[in-house]
Nanobody
Framework: DVQLQASGGGLVQTGGSLRLSCAAS????????IGWFRQAPGKEREGVSC????????YYADSVKGRFTISSDNAKNTVYLQMNSLKPEDTALYYC????????????WGQGTLVTVSS
């Protein structure tokens, strides 16, 4: 079974940092893209960042460029999202998802991890 386990959320003050982890199992890591999505209360889910495990290509939403960094440890089948200079508008439930064929989309989803940024 494909499993994605997200962790690392928490409460942080504006300007602080958090690192989210997404541990994947049950599939060939190199064949997928792993992405982070988030959903704030009352808003639609949006894509935040994505990395293709095969070649390390990355994507960032404009709202997080320069503040967030996605990385992959293929030996551990884990993708990280380093979030710096956090803002209250980053508050959301963050999900990691795996996309087939190296596409940044949510074919498989993990449970969310809550990030709360206080002002």
């Amino acid at each position: 079974d494909v499993q994605l386990q997200a962790s690392g959320g928490g409460l942080v003050q504006t300007g602080g940092s958090l690192r989210l982890s997404c541990a994947a199992s049950g599939f060939t890591f190199d064949d997928y893209a792993i992405g982070w999505f988030r959903q704030a209360p009352g808003k639609e889910r949006e894509g935040v960042s994505c990395i293709t495990s095969s070649d390390g290509s990355t994507y960032y939403a404009d709202s997080v460029k320069g503040r967030f960094t996605i990385s992959s440890d293929n030996a551990k089948n884990t993708v990280y999202l380093q979030m710096n200079s956090l803002k209250p508008e980053d508050t959301a439930l963050y999900y990691c998802a795996a996309g087939l064929y190296g596409l940044c989309r949510g074919d498989y989803w993990g449970q969310g991890t809550l990030v709360t940024v206080s002002s």
